[in-house]
């Protein structure tokens, strides 16, 4: 047996198979470099800038919350109740009157509207009254108003049903002499027939105000949390503007309701 040329170029080569590994491990290793020195080059940069920026870039304190209620809405809100039927039948002193009266006869009639919006969702009264622009016009003191008498609700009405606001406002306005004002002397004889009465039942350990608003909700002291929510959502449907029910009943349900979660 002798020496085949042929036989010996056909044969493979693992001398090349080698060196083309190599190869393809050289270029994998030179990459790993590079990416090497390109992490060194930030962490260098890093490091090189002032302490307090790179403690900020380590622990960035949190964004501040955003405001419930923007300058920017209650002007909107403001410009569209300007342009419904019947605006120019309300006048603003009758509107601020509406407002106070409408605290008179919450659950918490002891707070102005910032702060009985604020107890109600915390933050709302306090964005509403910073997002209003001076000066106090009819349009901001309309918004106002919305919201003493829609209360947390008010938004979605302002955004959704400007003309509805306009009307309740204008009807809440027009019968507030006839229908709502109650004088001092007869505040004063209802307070004295509540204090009498209270006294008389043996329910002095008893909130009078969270009474009043079980009442609303059609419940009795000690009412639970569950029954309280059920109550709201089946009366909440049942007053809805939309479906017949009036603005002031339904505020007053989602009032008794907020004050009794809160």
């Not at 270029?27 to 403690?55: D, F, G, H, I, T």
């Not at 569209?80 to 009157?97: D, N, P």
């Amino acid at each position: 047996m002798g020496f085949d040329p042929r036989r010996w170029s056909a044969e493979p080569r693992p001398q090349q198979r080698v060196t083309s590994n190599v190869d393809a491990l050289l270029q994998e290793n030179e990459a790993l470099r590079r990416e090497v020195r390109q992490l060194r080059r930030q962490l260098e940069l890093l490091r090189q800038r002032p302490e307090p920026s790179r403690q900020h870039w380590w622990r960035q304190d949190p964004p501040p919350p955003q405001a419930l209620v923007t300058s920017a809405q209650v002007e909107r809100w403001g410009a569209a109740l300007a342009e419904q039927k019947g605006w120019t039948v309300l006048r603003q002193s009758g509107l601020e009157q509406l407002i106070e009266q409408l605290n008179r006869s919450s659950f918490l009639p002891q707070l102005n509207l910032q702060q009985r919006l604020d107890h109600l969702v915390p933050g709302l009264g306090r964005d509403l009254y910073g997002a209003m622009a001076t000066p106090f016009n009819k349009k901001r003191c309309a918004v106002l108003a919305a919201f003493a008498l829609y209360g947390v609700s008010a938004i979605e009405w302002l955004d959704d049903d400007p003309q509805r606001v306009v009307l309740e406002l204008r009807q809440r306005q027009g019968s507030r002499q006839s229908n709502n004002r109650r004088t001092r002397s007869d505040q004063r004889r209802t307070d004295r027939q509540q204090q009498s009465s209270n006294g008389s039942t043996g329910d002095r350990g008893r909130d009078p105000q969270r009474v009043a608003a079980l009442s609303v909700l059609g419940l009795e002291w000690g009412a639970s949390k569950q029954a309280i929510k059920q109550a709201h959502r089946r009366l909440v449907k049942q007053h809805h503007p939309d479906v017949g029910g009036t603005a002031e009943a339904f505020r007053r349900v989602n009032d008794a309701y907020q004050f009794l979660v809160a």
